[in-house]
């Protein structure tokens, strides 16, 4: 606990230093600066290669933080009261008065919300007197990271401070949820739909349509080992990894399994970590079994289709 202490400390200093630090969240490790600092922020996107016109996720602590920045209204409220903290975001209207950088939003007057759950993060953002810009803690486009090995895999020592708060629950990136106008789903993650549209029977989630608001995670190409991705495999060729959903009985070097038994959770929290081992293991082809598409599911295809297009 005292080592905790002693690193939130140490990661309170550089935020407020200005400088861009990775932090542990229960979906993923996030590159984290103050939001309401543009030089900070600015560094977000530089360190991740990432356009201008991508706009990041801001992390808060508090109701009462978020009320400073943003416009709430009752379906956020439904949504805060059932899932916060946790693996949901929301796109609110941004108040005039909100001191967040405008690189943030790329100008916009919305702005990605959420409250992450990790313990850790949770104690770091009630010490500071801002919210946090955290995209993910990877290069734009690459696999996210679910350990403070990824993240140093990704930046090396080109990022100065890593809070160590073990593996990603979750695995995979918040739900996105925008709520100016009709509620919609606009990004499937680790709070499954169903128990939304439980909640919130108006929500729409329609992925045909162009989504007009301009949120993360949304680009064709995302998530990717940056290999090629064979998608709803029965079987491997020889030179391929295969990636399964559970163990079999005959067994192969080539063969990467995300869970024991088909728990969908445990393929989402394995998911990103077995695309790093494969890429680290010099696989230059990926074949994958086909995943079903229910529950977290959705999500884990989604994050799957995403990593397999060509750029």
Same mark, same amino acid.
């Given at each position: ?53 991508? @706009? ?88 996210? @990271? ?166």
């Amino acid at each position: 606990m005292k080592k905790n202490d002693s690193n939130i400390k140490k990661a309170i200093k550089y935020l407020k230093n200005n400088e861009c630090i990775a932090i542990p969240t229960e979906t993923v490790y996030g590159l984290a600066a103050n939001a309401y600092s543009h030089k900070a922020v600015s560094r977000i996107f530089k360190l991740k290669k990432r356009p201008k016109n991508n @706009p990041l996720i801001v992390h808060y602590y508090s109701l009462s933080d978020l009320k400073k920045d943003c416009e709430i209204n009752n379906t956020f409220f439904k949504l805060f009261k059932k899932f916060c903290p946790g693996p949901i975001s929301f796109v609110l209207k941004l108040k005039k008065t909100s001191k967040i950088s405008k690189l943030v939003t790329n100008n916009s007057n919305s702005i990605a919300v959420r409250f992450p759950s990790h313990q850790l993060t949770r104690k770091l953002l009630k010490k500071i007197n801002f919210p946090v810009a955290a995209p993910s803690a990877n290069i734009s486009t690459s696999i996210s @990271p679910v350990s403070k090995q990824d993240v140093i895999d990704e930046f090396g020592d080109k990022l100065k401070f890593i809070l160590d708060g073990g593996t990603s629950k979750v695995g995979l990136e918040s739900t996105i949820v925008n709520l100016i106008g009709k509620p919609q789903i606009l990004r499937l993650g680790g709070i499954e739909s169903k128990t939304i549209y439980k909640l919130i029977s108006s929500i729409k989630h329609d992925f045909k349509k162009k989504i007009k608001v301009k949120v993360p995670g949304t680009n064709k190409l995302h998530y990717s080992p940056g290999i090629p991705m064979r998608l709803n495999a029965k079987k491997n060729f020889y030179d391929e990894a295969f990636i399964l959903i559970k163990k079999r009985k005959n067994l192969s070097k080539n063969y990467f399994y995300l869970s024991k038994k088909s728990n969908l959770k445990e393929v989402a929290k394995n998911l990103y970590k077995t695309l790093r081992k494969i890429k680290k293991k010099g696989y230059k082809k990926i074949a994958i079994e086909r995943i079903p598409n229910i529950n977290i599911g959705e999500a884990i295809n989604d994050r799957i289709l995403r990593a397999s297009k060509n750029e």
